[in-house]
């Protein structure tokens, strides 16, 4: 009797065990296959409104446009496009300006070292106080930003769909920096390219955020 009742305890824990995991790995996709949600009261510039980033300490280079790569270390999301953004740089960094604005909790100097391990050859800056997030609108990461020559607001938006959507058709970020590099005027923003997915920032959830 004591051996069966070990065995069917051992069932039961294996069991409790197989269907936490499974609950674990579904609320982990479940989380990042709907947007993030959008702050109560976030003003965001439009597409074609001046961005002020000499006010968060960057100086404009007015020869190319630029790019911002808003990531989170911590963030699944967006370590599963890191691929994606390599791409981008490999084959856009010479007409590009390529900056990394990092997000997350640990301090500057734990950031951008963990950064600097992930050799994508671009500069990046700690946006501890929210100052690069706030003047362009982005609210979660993954999230690419375009500016233009005159310091405008060309896009601001998703790489892709979700985290798993990898369809070239909607490759939102690589649509927009080669029509700004075609000469093409901005687009306006749409709805499935500027709902945000991924995960929050971290000011924000608990809170707070500068705004320059």
């Not at 069932?11 to 609320?27: G, K, Q």
């Not at 990042?32 to 001046?50: F, H, K």
């Not at 911002?68 to 270390?73: A, G, K, P, V, Y």
């Amino acid at each position: 009797m004591s051996k069966n009742w070990r065995i069917r305890a051992t069932i039961l824990t294996t069991s409790l065990l197989l269907v936490l995991t499974a609950f674990l790995f579904w609320h982990q996709d479940w989380q990042y296959s709907v947007p993030a949600v959008r702050p109560v009261g976030l003003q965001q510039p439009a597409v074609g409104d001046r961005i002020l980033l000499s006010l968060a300490g960057l100086n404009f280079d007015k020869s190319r446009p630029l790019f911002l790569h808003f990531f989170n270390l911590n963030c699944p999301c967006s370590r599963f496009n890191l691929d994606h953004v390599r791409q981008l740089i490999r084959r856009h960094g010479g007409e590009v300006r390529f900056i990394a604005v990092l997000q997350g909790e640990g301090g500057r100097a734990r950031l951008q070292s963990e950064f600097e391990k992930l050799k994508l050859g671009v500069e990046s800056v700690v946006d501890e106080t929210g100052a690069w997030a706030e003047a362009t609108g982005v609210y979660a990461t993954p999230q690419a930003v375009l500016i233009d020559r005159h310091e405008r607001l060309y896009f601001r938006g998703n790489y892709n769909l979700s985290r798993y959507c990898v369809g070239r058709e909607t490759e939102y970020a690589r649509i927009e920096l080669e029509s700004i590099l075609a000469g093409r005027p901005a687009r306006g923003e749409d709805a499935a390219s500027a709902t945000a997915y991924g995960c929050p920032r971290p000011r924000m959830i608990r809170g707070g955020g500068n705004s320059i």
